[in-house]
């Protein structure tokens, strides 16, 4: 492995690279095929700081590259995500966070407005911030308080003038992919009220390891953080984690609650995650190096599968064109010689083609009107409802291929 010396983004001190997931595209970076010719790729490698535990990517693409205003990702295209947003507003609302009095929300990366409109409807003071600005657009069609930037502490003192200190500061799936992240805990130690919580979610550390899903590291995920690396960030800036809650969303996801130090009692759950993180080692190197050697694994065992499925003939689809997909393909070196479409339900994808390997992207009546013999199922963090969905290709003899937790035909 490259052996230029890589520095943590939070504890400045040395990266140990672990990972090299080879040249890849941005992740959401679907194409058309003018594009074929200049389309982006950079070097995908992956780092661990022994001393703040943060894994992190050793480069990341310029994140308005990745954040633009043709981002193809909309959070209400899955039922299972609506429905989970709607829970975590509830929770919000029954947590002990809001102040009686004139509360304020703030939500970071808001997205098309998935959870903020919850809190509209019930005309609680909000706001939304999101870069993307196609989709902060539709944010702001659903009744969302929305701007469209890029947050930072400068933002954070624009918000303070113009709207005051928050009683809770939200983000999910938004947290892991910003690279200037301490320059974001400051600006939200800053704008949080005295009882003030930041709570966030993302795709959590101990599932990847356990689960192999690698292809949660891509462009956007600048961090996969653990209850240590998260820890480790906001104590620099006088706070606290006071709470975590395991989320089955994203394949396995942490929600984070955050508060300035000494406001409110470090729960047990807190004490707990710290104690079996030790256990699986996610704070040493050692298990990084593990887990290579289980990617490589994971690699070899899928290039195989579909070798022989496709000598003896069958007909293979992918099943959501995720951003995940883009890792595993581009890693695998898997293309359309193997994998016929793939299908998927977002407007904005269909037509396109996917980042680096040009698989087609179609529309879900394909799978339909034309199905294959073998379903890959990128789209594994909502199999659930994708099999629910699709009982009449299983009952058919239509066959599903996973590769987490490991590669097998369901
Ligand atoms: P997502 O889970 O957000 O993955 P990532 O963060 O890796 O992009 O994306 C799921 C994708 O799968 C999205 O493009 C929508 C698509 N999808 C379908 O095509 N059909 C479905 O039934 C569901 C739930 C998702």
């Known amino acids: 492995m490259v052996s230029q010396n890589y520095i943590c983004r939070i504890s400045e001190s040395s990266l140990m690279p672990f990972l090299d997931l080879g040249k890849q595209p941005l992740g ?34 310029n994140p308005e590259l990745m954040f633009h205003s043709e981002y193809a ?34 939500e970071l990366g808001c997205n098309d407005g998935i959870m903020l409109k919850h809190f509209a409807k019930r005309g ?22 929305t701007i469209s930037e890029f947050f930072s502490s400068k933002l954070a003192g624009d918000i303070l003038t113009n709207f005051g200190k928050a009683d809770v500061f939200l983000a999910a799936n938004v947290m892991c992919h910003i690279p200037h992240i301490k320059d974001v805990a400051l600006a939200v130690s800053s704008i949080l009220k005295k009882t003030g919580v930041l709570i966030f979610e993302d795709p959590y550390l101990g599932d990847v390891i356990e689960k192999t899903s690698y292809d949660q590291i891509y462009d956007e995920h600048v961090f996969l953080f653990s209850a ?8 620099l800036y006088g706070m606290d984690l006071i709470d975590v809650q395991w989320q089955k969303t994203h394949g396995g996801s942490m929600r984070y609650t955050i508060s300035h130090s000494g406001e409110y ?25 593990s887990f290579r050697v289980n990617v490589e694994r994971s ?3 899928l290039t195989n599968l579909l070798k022989k499925l496709k000598s003896e003939g069958k007909r293979i689809c992918g099943y959501g064109a995720t951003s995940k997909s883009t890792t595993i393909l581009n890693y695998c070196g898997i293309g359309k010689e193997t994998i016929d479409y793939i299908c998927d339900i977002t407007p904005i994808k269909q037509g396109k083609f996917s ?56």
Do not use: C, R
Not at 74 to 95: E, G, I, K, L, R
Not at 228 to 234: A, D, R, T
Not at 265 to 285: A, H, T
Not at 366 to 374: H, K, R
């Open 28 to 61: 959401n970076g679907f194409v058309v095929e003018s594009d074929f010719t200049h389309e982006y790729f950079y070097s995908m490698m992956v780092g661990f700081s022994p001393e703040s535990k943060m894994v992190q990517l050793l480069n990341q693409p």
């Open 73 to 106: 990702f909309y959070s209400s295209t899955s039922v299972t995500m609506a429905q989970h947003f709607s829970d975590f507003f509830s929770s919000v609302m029954n947590s002990p966070y809001l102040s009686k009095d004139d509360p304020f929300v703030i």
């Open 124 to 145: 609680i003071k909000h706001l939304g911030i999101e870069p993307s600005i196609n989709v902060a657009k539709v944010a702001n069609e659903n009744g969302v308080n």
């Open 228 to 235: 240590h690396s998260v820890k480790y960030l906001f104590n």
């Open 265 to 289: 009692p470090i729960s047990d759950n807190v004490i707990n995650l710290l104690e079996k993180e030790k256990k699986i080692g996610l704070d040493k190197s050692g298990t990084f190096d």
């Open 299 to 301: 690699k070899f065992e």
């Open 355 to 410: 980042p680096g390997m040009h698989i087609p992207i179609l529309p879900h009546k394909t799978f339909i009107e034309n199905p294959p013999d073998y379903a890959l199922l990128f789209a594994w963090n909502h199999a659930e409802e994708i099999m629910a969905k699709e009982k009449n290709f299983t009952d058919s003899g239509g066959k599903w291929i996973v590769h987490v937790p490991e590669v097998k035909i369901l």
